[in-house]
């Protein structure tokens, strides 16, 4: 299951992962988060152990979206060692996450 992520323990579970992580950025009015939403659960079960894969919720966590100027949704950050390694904004194919996810493991 994707990790409920919020601006009090980004740092922690992501930040400060040894592992990549993916951040979803939703919000529970927007249509193609709901698209996006299943997928990244799907991943956070084929990547359990070697990926942190969740989800914040960006009308609940101003801090974490202003730091990284998130601006639409949904966005998706890719981490590693702590720093943003790729970014991907709007639905896309879980393909596509996936792939990008490979590259950093």
């Excluded at 979803?24 to 249509?31: I, K, P, S, Y």
């Excluded at 981490?79 to 879980?94: H, L, S």
């Amino acid at each position: 299951m994707a990790l409920e992520l919020t601006d009090a323990n980004f740092e922690e579970l992501v930040i400060k992962s040894d592992k990549p992580a993916i951040v979803d950025l939703w919000a529970e009015w927007c249509g193609p988060c709901r698209m996006v939403g299943p997928l990244v659960e799907e991943l956070s079960h084929e990547y359990e152990g070697r990926a942190v894969i969740g989800k914040l919720d960006v009308d609940s966590n101003p801090g974490i979206t202003g730091k990284y100027g998130i601006r639409n949704i949904p966005t998706i950050l890719f981490f590693k060692n702590g720093e943003v390694a790729d970014k991907q904004v709007g639905a896309v194919p879980k393909s596509v996450l996936a792939a990008k996810l490979e590259k950093l493991l």
